[in-house]
């Protein structure tokens, strides 16, 4: 069988038309390809992402018993009374140190950052924490004398040890006996 003459111009026609106009776009293999890679690669940045979130826990209950040490120290350090005063509902530690010329918790003063020498204020939005509860005697804060000890806020003694309780799990103990500060 020949072609005719027209057959193999049409051809001809076709296969240069094919040549100089390459085909544009994927074909649904090349696709399928390309989503199946992308859904792996998805896969696997899913747990990474969730070690974040543990990550940003684990700080911020670091920093919030940085705090607490700080305050602590400062106490015996200076001889003076410190509180630390936690607003759940702000997901805020503020603390707080007693004025110089005495007066307890009514002339307190607050304590300040030694970086930034502004009062100390621990915020965990930015962490996106926050406190859950806080069992610290009869109310949200905790007092330490210059000794060092830990108390209620209003100065009366733990019943038991003081707790701080973080969203994710994490929890600060404040023991009682000796004023050691944990992170469980």
Known sequence: MRQSGKARVVNTARTRLARSHPARGATLVELAIVLTVMALLAGMAVPSLHWITSARRNVAATQTRNALVYAQRWAVATQRTTWADFDVAQDRLS?????????????????LDPLTRSAFVLELQDLGTGYDDVLMGADQSVQFDPDGAPSGGNGSAFSADGLVRMSGGARIRVVQQTGLLLVE
């Open 95 to 111: 603390l707080f140190v007693e004025a110089t010329s005495g007066g307890g918790p009514v002339l307190r003063q607050p304590l």
